[in-house]
């Protein structure tokens, strides 16, 4: 990997807390093994992602600000802006398939494209990849986020600047319980992040945790930086 290439350019890792992923989600198990898949697919995509050599900034849970997905999704593209690098690749803990070699092909055409994205099979992306001068609140937080018509808005806005950009592979996420075994059909039978998954697919259901109930972050959730890059 060139350093030019790398060395304005940082990973978002975005996450929910485990337990209002578990209650939106709704793996299928019991509240507590449905928070520990989320857990699961968190640890195995910072593991992921630190194999990259990239600098990783986590947002996850009461760290994020914004009455909706795409104003909070901004407002975590902003601060990493902010701190110093001019390209962000932001991706979820919901695609275990994902490889180191994924974000250093997003990093390598996020450094002579605007963007870059890999598009889901369901019609929304993965990964999404935007550099600080093409990226515009007013019209990021519009787009139909967590809906199937996400990829082609974005499609949309690339024609519509006139940009025919090149995208990753497509991948399937993990959105709903009935995700879960095609995804663990595609990982290693060897791989901890399968095994943990295959484990509690299984459990029993059961009512999902309150709303109420205290919102608390844990040194897992925490974000690993590392320093802005040297103007």
Not at 13 to 39: N, Q, V, Y
Request: one cysteine or more; proline letters at 9%.
């Amino acid at each position: 990997m060139n350093p030019v290439s790398t060395c304005h350019t940082a990973i978002l890792l975005f996450t929910r807390h485990p337990e209002d992923e578990a209650r939106i989600k709704r793996f299928g198990t019991r509240t507590r093994g449905a928070t520990r898949i989320s857990e699961a697919l968190t640890r195995h995509t910072r593991q992921v992602l630190s194999q990259t050599g990239l600098p990783v900034f986590h947002i996850a849970g009461t760290r994020q600000t914004g009455d909706t997905f795409g104003s909070r999704l901004g407002a975590a593209f902003e601060s990493v802006f902010a701190a110093g690098y001019t390209r962000v690749i932001a991706v979820g803990n919901d695609t275990p398939t994902l490889r180191p070699a994924d974000l250093h092909r997003a990093c390598h055409l996020l450094s002579t494209q605007p963007a870059v994205w890999g598009p889901a099979t369901d019609g929304g992306v993965w990964l999404l990849g935007l550099t600080a001068e093409s990226y515009a609140r007013s019209w990021f937080v519009t787009l139909p986020w967590e809906t199937p018509a996400l990829l082609q808005s974005l499609q949309a806005w690339s024609a519509g600047n006139g940009q025919a950009l090149l995208a990753l592979r497509h991948q399937a996420d993990l959105d709903r319980p009935s995700d879960l075994p095609a995804l663990l059909a595609l990982l290693a039978p060897a791989q901890m992040v399968r095994r943990q998954l295959a484990s509690l697919l299984l459990r029993p259901p059961a009512p999902s945790p309150s709303r109420d109930r205290p919102v608390s972050v844990t040194p897992a959730q925490l974000p690993y930086l590392r320093a802005p890059p040297v103007a």
